[in-house]
């Protein structure tokens, strides 16, 4: 795969991660409704529609990446959770948050090194 081909796949992946973040951030809004009202039903209805977009595109990635690599970018959905927590529920960032944080950036960075496991394409 082309370097510029497989920088914009990475970058389709990170956006796709976000936006399946998103999922979370809608079921959480939609816990602070009543069951069955409306804002609740939209909510959890943009919670399917998310997923299920989602999943149209999940499978387009995982053809042009390998799943290992796929699966490690994915990891980088806990640090959207606590952005979105921090930012739309006041939540607060702790250290430990912070680290955990930084131990996945790592992790995914380190993966992403050409050569950081063998009889993976780089």
Same mark, same amino acid.
């Given at each position: 795969m082309r370097q510029a081909s497989k920088g914009g796949i990475y970058l389709a992946l990170h956006a796709l991660v976000l936006f399946y973040s998103l999922s979370a951030l809608c079921s959480k809004t939609a816990a602070s409704y009543?069951?069955?009202s409306f804002r $609740? %039903? %939209?909510f959890y209805g943009a919670? *399917?529609?998310i997923l299920g977009l989602y999943a149209i595109f999940w499978q387009q990635i995982i053809k042009? %990446?390998?799943l290992s690599t796929a699966y490690m970018n994915k990891a980088a959905t806990v *640090? $959207?959770?606590l952005v979105?927590?921090?930012l739309f529920f006041r939540?607060?960032?702790t250290a430990g948050k912070l680290?955990?944080?930084a131990l996945i950036i790592a992790g995914i960075v380190l993966y992403a090194l050409p050569g950081a496991a063998r009889g993976r394409e780089t």
């Open positions: 009543p069951v069955g $609740w %039903l %939209l919670v *399917i529609l042009r %990446l390998p *640090i $959207w959770g979105f927590g921090a939540e607060r960032v680290f955990g944080a």
